[in-house]
């Protein structure tokens, strides 16, 4: 990167020539701009600058409202980043699995509201997971593997996150106010070094409809950042932090790069970065890696 230039305007879309053009025009008229610089053909691209990150990244938007595209501005320096937390439920899967398993009791529709709620902020998570994993009393245990194998799917670009970033020397963590039954088996299928989430309680035969405490929820995921940081010897600048939820908030606010990923409303606002319509290939945009070096 140009020394000069402080931030880089970053935008992934499907159609990002379109924008090429405009986007240069907004970041040079408020300070200097280097040239375009395409990350992938047609869909990502940077332009480094030196103009006040937050008014170019309002214009930025506001030039692209109506289109689909991912715009943001992130720091020029250390854009790389050598650990990356990641929650799971609706972010490196598809589903809330808790909802999930829910269905196999015919409570999907009770349980995943209080979901919604808890990830929008409207109630604190940890008694929100009592009440739901209260009502899940009775359930056998093999219908856990039936929701594995039926309902949990990566989200597009997951893996190739996970081990694009390990291969460039990061270490990756999968953590969850889920369940542990789960992200073992979602850690190992998109290749994540190691993983922290909650343990259902059994009799061996049935689900006793309890939780191990502590709950990990919101405080735990920062504190999941900040002693993977200091454990590996990493400034929190050089974290990575992405989720969806109001759980989430903590780490994204504390980490170096905060991601908030096809987010609730509280999520999104808070966070320095978002992701709206690309998969977690855009997560890789935003740190600078080209799609050559994406590992798939």
């Known amino acids: 990167m140009v020394e000069p230039f402080s931030f ?22 408020h300070g200097a701009a280097a040239e375009i610089d395409w990350l992938c053909d047609r869909q990502a691209f940077d332009i480094a600058f030196a103009g006040e990150p937050r008014a170019v990244l309002n214009a930025a938007r506001q030039t ?13 320096l250390n854009r790389r980043k050598r650990l990356l937390i990641a929650d799971m ?3 490196i899967i598809t589903a809330e699995c808790l909802d999930e398993i829910a269905d196999m009791l015919g409570l999907k529709a009770e349980i995943a ?14 008694p ?18 039936q929701v594995m194998r039926e309902r949990i799917r990566l989200t ?42 909650n343990h259902l309680l059994d009799d061996g035969e049935f689900l006793t409809g309890t939780v191990a405490e502590p709950i990990l929820g919101r405080q735990a ?22 989720g969806d939820g109001a759980n989430d908030l903590a780490m994204i606010e504390r980490a170096g790069l905060g991601v908030a990923f096809h987010a609730k409303p509280v999520v999104a606002a808070a966070a ?3 992701i709206d319509h690309a998969d977690l290939r855009g997560l890789l945009f935003l740190q600078g890696y080209r799609s050559d070096e994406f590992v798939v």
Do not use: C, Y
């Not at 880089?8 to 008229?29: I, Q, S, Y």
């Not at 109506?66 to 020029?76: C, F, K, L, Y």
């Not at 929100?128 to 593997?145: H, I, S, T, Y």
């Not at 597009?156 to 963590?173: C, F, K």
């Open 272 to 274: 320095a970065a978002r």
């Open 64 to 76: 692209a409202q109506g289109m689909a595209a991912d715009i943001n501005v992130v720091s020029a």
């Open 89 to 91: 439920d609706s972010t």
């Open 221 to 242: 995921k920062l504190e999941a950042l900040q002693s993977e940081a200091a454990r590996l010897g990493l400034k929190e600048t050089q974290t990575l932090a992405v």
């Open 156 to 197: 597009e670009g997951a893996r190739t996150l996970v081990l694009t970033m390990r291969h460039h020397g990061a270490h990756t963590l999968l953590v969850s106010g889920g369940f542990t039954f789960f992200t073992q088996r979602v850690a190992e299928a998109a290749g994540f070094d190691a993983q922290r989430a």
């Open 128 to 145: 929100a997971l009592r009440e739901r994993v209260r009502m899940l009393k009775g359930l056998r245990l093999d219908a856990l593997e």
């Open 113 to 126: 509201a209080i979901t919604e709620r808890a990830m929008r902020g409207e109630i604190a998570f940890e």
């Open 8 to 29: 880089v305007l970053n935008v992934v879309a499907r159609a990002a020539d379109e924008l090429a053009g405009p986007m240069r025009a907004v970041a040079a008229a």
